[in-house]
């Protein structure tokens, strides 16, 4: 099973080391600004089901959207990444769902990533507004650090599992629901306007 | 428009006395088979050779100068700076080195005919003269080597500043760093050597700058590559940049000094770049001088041009510009390749970066039509050129590839415009379809992320001449595009009848308004704001 991921957010909050980190565990103290989608895959095991994630990291400035909108209309999931240093970064997360609710449509899982943990003693953005928002549009919410390689396995894991969920209850549609063996989450249900939440994949889990 | 030259003697039978059509000029295109050959062609053996060389890091560590070395050189020469003109800011890291010394060389007939080169029928099929190094573009997996960052009072850096880091030197991410591909010292010497003897023809080509610029032998040597010492000044004089100067005076400063900001997300969008341009640079890896003149240029220009304001990638040719000249000449480089011919830039950077997708559009037809077989292979893998060629185009290169490589673009890029990248893109294509017929969509963008790391600059610049690239190919697929694309391609004659009328409605209103004797009528009327056209 393939499923296509991507990573989105503000400029500088650290989509591209999350990538490398987590795919190659290779981190780059110095990275430069990203300029073009660029892609990397890996292999992940969801119970017994084993998936391809193809995740497609983005330019952080909004001018460049119009070259490559493709890259995450047919997104099976979003990673969307703040810095906790940086309160403008998580207004953009916002727009992000909004704009993802709009191309995507509801069916997108996404999960929020607070990134930089490690820099907890220059936070900027409070965490109960974070875990409220993440709450109130259906998304999970993780802290990490590409730095120190916390939390991403985590992160990824969570969007693979609601993938996988979604996907097989797409296949096995006809039979009327399918819970595949060993999957943890339930279903997450996402609606249009982003107010209720039908699953319980939300809230915090740090 | 010259600045002042105190250094040496021009030679009178340096230039302008032989055949201009001695590299087979047709209008301005190359004849298949007769490509602008550096000097060094005639030595069929070096290229040959230069690729299976082995390495020795050593030797490379040795050659490399201290940053801190290169700024004392810097400071030395300022006193009988040959081709320091209005530089009021000595940040910058090339061009300033003593030049005189290099006026003792003889002259020679570096000038060669090139060798025919012959048009192999199957590009495809070729991967003879490989500039690509093969240790570099392994497709199994990179090392996992983690790195962080020392304070170093004074790193070594290679020639165009980079910081040599012998624990760093691969890896896939992370951006510009100096060359890993390992060149042998018998090829390096001679390098040297050609980039003396160049050194010493600039200077007196510089000194006839205004009765030079346009003959075709300036033209071929631009193409072989402006030597490191005289480039700065070269890329000022290709630019105008003395007559914006000129033209402009004080308007830099102005900028500058200005009390007007740019808007909040422009600012940000700057600043957020700032320390991720070149971090691998030695005038940038730091917060300290080579940053706040980036920052200065960019927030200048963002102001200059508030329709651009600012686009990620402009940071990164700026920041090249500043390695070679002073921050006022910068950013007048800067104006001049986004807003004059031949390059043109601004329409890539653009809200909805409309020449991004034309460049795109011409690379993509071009490819298709030199290697067909390959484009179906990538067709089938749902590899699209956006994904790999978009920061080669809006950056031309600048922001990943190796600066012997980038620099070099740039000479020609600055004087011809456009086509010069479609012959690198090409030239890329070309010999890594051996490879790329081979492999899936995941190894093809990695094989692409790898692609700066095993690149040989100057090899790879005496292959691209070799393509047949046509200037009419290129123009065929521009029109095409405009037809395909209206809207884009009249932007911006739209934009101008839709202020031209505007104003001209304006003008009426008010004519008929004083007409009635409604003077007041003024003010409402121009409220309209010409923006929200």
Same mark, same amino acid.
């Given at each position: 099973?393939?499923?296509?991921?991507?990573?989105?957010?503000?400029?500088?909050?650290?989509?591209?080391?999350?990538?490398?980190? +987590?795919?190659?565990?290779?981190?780059?103290?110095?990275?430069?600004?990203?300029?073009?989608?660029?892609?990397?895959?890996?292999?992940?095991?969801?119970?017994?089901?084993?998936?391809?994630?193809?995740?497609?990291?983005? $330019?952080?400035?909004?001018?460049?959207?119009?070259?490559?909108?493709?890259?995450?209309?047919?997104?099976?999931?979003?990673?969307?990444? +703040?810095?906790?240093?940086?309160?403008? %970064?998580?207004?953009?997360?916002?727009?992000?769902?909004?704009?993802?609710?709009?191309?995507?449509?509801?069916?997108? /899982?996404?999960?929020?990533?607070?990134?930089?943990?490690?820099?907890?003693?220059?936070?900027?953005?409070?965490?109960?507004?974070?875990?409220?928002?993440?709450? %109130?549009?259906? $998304?999970?919410?993780?802290?990490?650090?590409?730095?120190? /390689?916390?939390?991403?396995?985590?992160?990824?894991?969570?969007?693979?599992?609601?993938?996988?969920?979604? /996907?097989?209850?797409?296949?096995?549609?006809?039979?009327?629901?399918?819970?595949?063996?060993?999957?943890?989450?339930?279903?997450?249900?996402?609606?249009?306007?982003?107010?209720?939440?039908?699953?319980?994949?939300?809230?915090?889990?740090? | 428009?010259?600045?002042?030259?105190?250094?040496?003697?021009?030679?009178?039978?340096?230039?302008? !006395?032989?055949?201009?059509? !001695?590299?087979?000029?047709?209008?301005? &295109?190359?004849?298949?088979?007769?490509?602008?050959?550096?000097?060094?062609?005639?030595?069929? *053996?070096?290229?040959?050779?230069?690729?299976?060389?082995?390495?020795?890091?050593?030797?490379?560590?040795? =050659?490399?100068?201290?940053?801190?070395?290169?700024?004392?050189?810097?400071?030395?020469?300022?006193?009988?700076?040959?081709?320091?003109?209005?530089?009021?800011?000595?940040?910058?890291?090339?061009?300033?080195? =003593?030049?005189?010394?290099?006026?003792?060389?003889?002259?020679?007939?570096?000038?060669?005919?090139?060798?025919?080169?012959?048009?192999?029928?199957?590009? !495809?099929?070729?991967?003879?003269?490989?500039?690509?190094?093969?240790?570099?573009?392994?497709?199994?997996?990179?090392?996992?080597?983690?790195?962080?960052?020392?304070?170093?009072?004074?790193?070594?850096?290679?020639?165009?500043?980079? #910081?040599?880091?012998?624990?760093?030197?691969?890896?896939?991410?992370?951006?510009?760093?100096? &060359?890993?591909?390992?060149?042998?010292?018998?090829?390096?010497?001679?390098?040297?050597?050609?980039?003396?003897?160049?050194?010493?023809?600039?200077?007196?080509?510089?000194? *006839?700058?205004?009765?030079?610029?346009?003959?075709?032998?300036?033209?071929?040597?631009?193409?072989?590559?402006?030597?490191?010492?005289?480039?700065?000044?070269?890329?000022?004089?290709?630019?105008?940049?003395?007559?914006?100067?000129?033209?402009?005076?004080?308007?830099?400063?102005?900028?500058?000094?200005?009390?007007?900001?740019?808007?909040?997300?422009?600012?940000?969008? #700057?600043?957020?770049?700032?320390?991720?341009?070149?971090?691998?640079?030695?005038?940038?890896?730091?917060?300290?001088?080579?940053?706040?003149?980036?920052?200065?240029?960019?927030? @200048?220009? =963002?102001?200059?041009?508030?329709?651009?304001?600012?686009?990620?990638?402009?940071?990164?040719?700026?920041?090249?510009?500043?390695?070679?000249?002073?921050?006022?000449?910068?950013?007048?480089?800067?104006?001049?390749?986004?807003?004059?011919?031949?390059?043109?830039?601004?329409?890539?950077?653009?809200?909805?970066?409309?020449?991004?997708?034309?460049?795109?559009?011409?690379?993509?037809?071009?490819?298709?039509?030199?290697?067909?077989?390959?484009?179906?292979?990538?067709?089938?893998?749902?590899?699209?050129?956006?994904?790999?060629?978009?920061?080669?185009?809006?950056?031309?290169?600048?922001?990943?590839?190796?600066?012997?490589?980038?620099?070099?673009?740039?000479?020609?890029?600055?004087?011809?415009?456009?086509?010069?990248?479609?012959?690198?893109?090409?030239?890329?294509?070309?010999?890594?379809?051996?490879?790329?017929?081979?492999?899936?969509?995941?190894? #093809?963008?990695?094989?692409?992320?790898?692609?700066?790391?095993?690149?040989?600059?100057?090899?790879?610049?005496?292959?691209?001449?070799?393509?047949?690239?046509?200037?009419?190919? #290129?123009?065929?697929?521009?029109?095409?595009? *405009?037809?395909?694309?209206?809207?884009?391609?009249?932007?911006?004659?739209?934009?101008?009848?839709?202020?031209?009328?505007?104003?001209?409605?304006?003008?009426?209103?008010?004519?008929? @308004?004083?007409?009635?004797?409604?003077?007041?009528?003024? &003010?409402?009327?121009?409220?309209?704001?010409?923006? !929200?056209?």
């Amino acid at each position: 099973m393939r499923l296509k991921v991507v990573l989105l957010g503000e400029g500088r909050v650290g989509k591209t080391s999350i990538l490398f980190r +987590y795919i190659r565990n290779e981190f780059q103290e110095k990275q430069q600004s990203t300029l073009q989608a660029s892609y990397m895959d890996k292999k992940i095991k969801v119970g017994t089901t084993t998936a391809q994630l193809s995740v497609w990291d983005t $330019a952080g400035q909004e001018r460049f959207h119009a070259l490559g909108p493709i890259y995450y209309r047919d997104a099976d999931g979003a990673l969307l990444v +703040y810095d906790i240093t940086d309160s403008e %970064s998580f207004t953009k997360v916002r727009k992000w769902v909004k704009e993802l609710r709009k191309i995507v449509g509801g069916d997108i /899982n996404i999960v929020i990533a607070g990134n930089k943990i490690d820099l907890e003693r220059n936070r900027q953005v409070e965490e109960k507004e974070v875990l409220e928002y993440a709450k %109130s549009v259906g $998304a999970t919410h993780f802290y990490t650090s590409a730095k120190q /390689n916390l939390g991403l396995e985590e992160c990824f894991t969570d969007l693979a599992t609601k993938m996988v969920q979604q /996907n097989l209850t797409k296949l096995q549609g006809l039979a009327g629901g399918f819970q595949p063996k060993g999957g943890k989450s339930k279903l997450v249900v996402v609606d249009d306007t982003g107010e209720g939440k039908k699953s319980s994949g939300g809230g915090g889990c740090c | 428009m010259l600045r002042k030259l105190t250094l040496g003697s021009r030679r009178d039978d340096d230039y302008g !006395e032989r055949d201009e059509n !001695e590299n087979g000029v047709v209008n301005g &295109t190359l004849k298949p088979g007769e490509g602008f050959l550096p000097d060094y062609e005639d030595e069929g *053996d070096a290229i040959v050779k230069s690729e299976f060389l082995s390495g020795d890091d050593r030797e490379r560590s040795k =050659s490399a100068n201290s940053y801190k070395g290169k700024l004392e050189e810097t400071n030395e020469s300022n006193g009988n700076d040959a081709i320091n003109g209005s530089a009021s800011n000595g940040n910058y890291f090339h061009g300033r080195s =003593s030049l005189g010394d290099d006026l003792g060389v003889d002259d020679d007939d570096s000038d060669q005919e090139p060798d025919d080169e012959e048009v192999l029928s199957d590009m !495809e099929r070729d991967s003879k003269g490989n500039f690509l190094d093969e240790r570099r573009t392994t497709v199994a997996g990179g090392d996992n080597t983690s790195y962080s960052s020392k304070e170093v009072e004074a790193p070594l850096t290679d020639k165009y500043g980079f #910081i040599i880091d012998p624990k760093n030197q691969t890896g896939s991410s992370g951006g510009a760093r100096t &060359t890993q591909v390992t060149i042998s010292e018998k090829e390096k010497a001679r390098r040297a050597e050609v980039e003396a003897l160049r050194t010493t023809k600039w200077l007196a080509m510089i000194k *006839d700058w205004d009765n030079i610029k346009d003959t075709k032998r300036t033209r071929n040597r631009i193409r072989k590559g402006v030597p490191d010492k005289v480039r700065g000044l070269v890329w000022n004089l290709l630019g105008n940049v003395p007559t914006l100067i000129k033209e402009n005076p004080g308007r830099y400063t102005e900028l500058c000094e200005s009390t007007h900001i740019p808007s909040q997300d422009i600012r940000d969008t #700057i600043l957020r770049d700032i320390n991720r341009t070149f971090p691998r640079h030695a005038m940038f890896a730091k917060e300290g001088e080579g940053q706040d003149s980036l920052r200065r240029v960019l927030v @200048a220009y =963002s102001l200059y041009d508030e329709e651009v304001g600012y686009c990620q990638g402009l940071g990164f040719i700026t920041a090249m510009f500043l390695t070679y000249m002073p921050e006022e000449e910068a950013f007048w480089q800067l104006v001049g390749i986004m807003n004059h011919g031949p390059c043109c830039m601004r329409g890539l950077y653009e809200d909805g970066m409309p020449e991004a997708q034309k460049v795109l559009y011409i690379g993509e037809k071009l490819i298709k039509k030199f290697f067909p077989r390959l484009t179906k292979h990538l067709g089938r893998q749902n590899c699209h050129i956006s994904m790999y060629a978009t920061q080669w185009f809006l950056t031309i290169f600048t922001n990943t590839f190796p600066f012997d490589m980038v620099t070099q673009v740039w000479d020609c890029f600055l004087a011809e415009g456009w086509k010069i990248v479609y012959r690198v893109m090409l030239t890329f294509i070309r010999y890594s379809a051996p490879k790329l017929f081979r492999l899936e969509f995941e190894q #093809i963008m990695f094989f692409f992320k790898q692609l700066p790391g095993a690149i040989d600059g100057p090899l790879l610049m005496e292959k691209a001449f070799g393509i047949p690239l046509k200037t009419r190919h #290129i123009e065929h697929y521009s029109k095409k595009f *405009d037809t395909l694309n209206p809207d884009i391609a009249n932007r911006v004659q739209i934009k101008e009848q839709k202020k031209k009328e505007q104003e001209e409605r304006i003008k009426k209103e008010i004519e008929e @308004a004083e007409a009635r004797g409604e003077g007041g009528v003024l &003010t409402t009327t121009l409220s309209i704001p010409l923006a !929200e056209l």
